[in-house]
């Protein structure tokens, strides 16, 4: 009996390639909404995925939010028909401009954006007043993650800033906890609960400048679970839509399904312990220690060495495989796996049905 991953017509993919499994993905949407218990407080990252297919059946399983680090992922967001897009980044230089124009295109999406520096809020403004255009911000708080957001001392001022601004309304705030690596549950959790208190006490001081609520949104996949449990929070998960190794391996209480593989072939037996497949690091992500990818078909292999178009694995015995075997694997980091390949394979009771544009790997899409 084939194993799940396993493709009848694999003779019809070339390696390495993208594969994945949307009944899968439909279950790990379905893990999602169970977790947050309120659909409308799900608000997906979209940079793991980067497919407009993949985007729209978030949407049909009633997911009517979504946040972005690009350009080119906003607007395969509204491409799909996303009602609310969130730019979590935030915009300087001609990316106002770009943003601007998709506000403009898409006029049945309601798109905001990050900001975290009152001069930067008011170019922004400047540029909107000029197109005629009115934009939602939400102020980024560095929750401790050290690498965007302003430090909450001082969102005080930024949010009078905004606030004096005729053309950007002050919608929310953000908080991207992304430091917390923590794999004990509990841990997590106490991780997770200093970032809502240091957001919670950011809105407290901020809310009397508005007659109308903060929207919130915080956090990651690690602290899913935790955040789930913020009833006025959006959470905003990402790497839960494919899934991946080092998720997978590290949280085991969160059960989601691996959804994409990539596939490869051996190309060169080299000696009595030692193969060459052609996953490099042009084709699985390169930026994490071995193992970079858990072979499901070949659990006992071993890298040893990774370059552009290579890897070489040891095994136990090389006489146990063949030139042109195939391989299944798991990324240890599925999101940027996915931004190096052009086209996703789709495989439906496992054959190769379709394929999907990986659109939102390019940087332009039309703006």
């Known amino acids: 009996m084939n194993k799940w991953y396993e493709i009848e017509n694999i003779e019809q993919i070339d390696s390495p390639a993208l594969v994945v499994y949307p009944e899968r993905i439909k279950a790990n949407i379905e893990l999602a909404k169970k977790i947050t218990n309120d659909i409308d407080r799900l608000r997906p990252h979209v940079k793991t995925n980067k497919i407009t297919e993949v985007c729209r059946l978030m949407l049909q399983a009633g997911i009517s939010k979504f946040k972005c680090a690009t350009i080119a992922e906003a607007e395969m967001a509204a491409l799909a028909g996303t009602p609310d897009i969130l730019l979590a980044y935030q915009p300087v230089g001609p990316k106002i401009n770009r943003l601007i124009n998709l506000i403009k295109a898409y006029p049945e999406s309601r798109f905001s954006c990050l900001v975290d520096h009152p001069e930067n809020a008011a170019f922004i403004n400047n540029l909107c007043r000029e197109e005629n255009v009115a934009l939602d911000v939400f102020i980024d708080l560095n ?207 496992g054959r190769m049905m379709d394929s999907w544009d990986v659109i939102a790997r390019n940087r332009y899409i039309n703006f």
């Open 143 to 349: 929750v401790g993650m050290n690498r965007t957001g302003i430090y909450l001392s001082e969102a005080y001022h930024l949010a009078k800033t905004i606030v004096s601004l005729k053309n950007l309304r002050l919608a929310g705030l953000h908080g991207y906890d992304g430091q917390i690596h923590e794999p004990d549950i509990v841990q997590r959790q106490n991780e997770a609960n200093i970032s809502y208190v240091m957001m919670e006490n950011v809105s407290h001081e901020i809310q009397p400048l508005l007659p109308y609520p903060l929207r919130m949104v915080i956090g990651g996949t690690p602290p899913f679970t935790s955040h789930a449990q913020l009833t006025n929070y959006e959470c905003s998960p990402g790497t839960f839509i494919f899934w991946d190794f080092g998720y997978g391996d590290k949280y085991p209480d969160l059960p989601f399904e691996y959804a994409a593989l990539v596939i490869c072939r051996i190309i060169s037996i080299v000696d009595n312990q030692h193969i060459c497949v052609d996953l490099g690091h042009k084709s699985v992500a390169a930026e994490s220690p071995f193992p970079r990818v858990y072979f499901l078909n070949a659990p006992d292999t071993i890298p040893v060495s990774h370059s552009e178009e290579h890897l070489v694995l040891k095994v136990p015995d090389s006489k146990k495989y063949a030139i042109g075997q195939v391989f299944y694997g798991v990324p240890k980091h599925i999101c940027p796996t996915i931004a190096l390949y052009e086209k996703a394979f789709v495989i439906e009771n």
